[in-house]
Each structure stands twice: as C-alpha cells, then as structure tokens.
C-alpha cells in the first residue's frame, strides 16, 4: 500500500536555528497538510496546501513557518527560527481529494535545546 | 465548548469485552467523521469513516448522531492489540483540514 514518508525521523536542533521538515506525498494526492502533536496533547492542524498554495493555516502557523513544494514531489515545512515550544511530532498528510480521508506520514520528531 | 470532545480514559478492560467510545463535536457544518487510532508515539491512522446511516467492520462499528452532535465506536471482542488511543476527528471548513479530540485511551489487558 503507498504511504506517506517523512525524513528525517527525529530531528535535535538549538534554540534559534531553521529547520526544514521534509514529506513526500503518496503520488496521485493532491491535498497536502502539516499537524504537530506536543507530547501528552491532541493533534493540531497548522496547514493545508492544494495547487501549490496555502489554503488554510491555523494561528499556530506564524510567519516563523513556511510550506512549499519546491520540485513536484517534496512538500516541505520550514521553521525559520525554532523555539523550544516547537518541539513537537510534526505530521504530513495526504489526501486524494477533499472527500478522501487523509493519510499520515510517520512523523518527524523535532527537539529544540 | 471544545471543538470535538473525548474522555480521556484510560478504559481498562479484559480481553473479549466490548468496550464503548463517546465524541461529541461543536461544528454543526462538520461533513465528515472519522475514528483514527494512535499508538504511543506513532503517527494516527485510520480506522474507519463515520456515516449517518451507522457503519460496520468487522468487530467495529461506528455511529454517528448528527441531531446531537454525537459519535461512538464500539468494539467487540476486545484483542490485546486493540490497546491504543482512540481519535475521534472530525473535519472542519473547506480544507477539509481535520479537527482532534484529545483521544481515549485503551488498555486491554489479558
């Protein structure tokens, strides 16, 4: 069965630094998102992505957070300066179409110090 | 009032029992219900879609009450390896980006 895959895995990275969290999509999906579950609390979306733009974000999503779609394949979630309330497991998922249940990837978890 | 609402649990039962989930949800507008189940530390995955009319699968079997704003999921004949969290999600606006509850967790103990 295709899967949704995410790299890296667990990610350690200082206070202050970018970080750049990489999903690639089941291959005939066309809606992308990003959630991010702190240790101990429920799932929260950030973001939804379709033709290459944002269509949804969620307060949590700052300018310090910035998705794209660089070559056709990686939808990428970029932190531009991380904070220690950004540790968190980052999912992406995927969907088909907007009436097909959404697919997550593994998680990446990301620790700041 | 909480966007979609769980009890946390943990629900401790023996092997072969049945064992009832509740959700209620916020969002009259809400389109689609879903029961995803969550590992410690993995990522959720889908179990099943919610639909008006009730749906089966296998042991689970899935209800949802719109009048009410009300979502079950029952399982029967509990395995050992039906242990997890159990989401209760619920989709919200035109993204179709997903809303969580908080999960119950269940034990199913031998």
């Known amino acids: 069965e295709p899967e949704v895959t995410q790299t890296p895995s667990h990610q350690v990275t200082q206070m202050g630094q970018e970080v750049i969290l990489r999903c690639v999509p089941i291959s005939n999906h066309l809606y992308f998102y990003w959630y991010r579950q702190i240790l101990g609390q429920k799932v929260e979306f950030l973001v939804s992505f379709y033709n290459n733009e944002i269509s949804e974000k969620s307060e949590i999503f700052d300018d310090q957070f910035s998705v794209e779609r660089p070559d056709g394949s990686n939808f990428t979630l970029k932190i531009r300066s991380t904070k220690l309330e950004d540790s968190a497991m980052y999912f992406c998922?995927?969907?088909?179409?907007?009436?097909?249940?959404?697919?997550f990837g593994d998680g990446t978890r990301l620790s700041i110090l | 009032r909480k966007e979609v609402e769980q009890d946390p649990g943990p629900f401790n039962v023996p092997e072969g029992a049945t064992v009832a989930f509740n959700c209620t949800y916020s969002?009259?507008?809400?389109?689609?219900f879903f029961w995803y189940r969550q590992d410690c530390r993995k990522e959720p995955k889908l179990l099943m879609s919610?639909?008006?009319s009730g749906n089966e699968d296998g042991r689970f079997t899935a209800q949802l009450n719109r009048a009410s704003q009300y979502i079950s999921l029952l399982i029967r004949d509990s395995k050992l390896s039906d242990s997890a969290t159990y989401l209760c999600?619920?989709?919200?606006?035109?993204?179709?980006?997903?809303?969580f509850g908080t999960g119950t967790l269940l034990a199913v103990q031998p």
């Open positions: 969002n009259s507008a809400s389109q689609s």
């Open positions: 998922a995927t969907a088909k179409d907007l009436n097909q249940p959404q697919h």
């Open positions: 919610v639909y008006s």
């Open positions: 999600v619920v989709n919200g606006g035109a993204t179709n980006k997903l809303i």
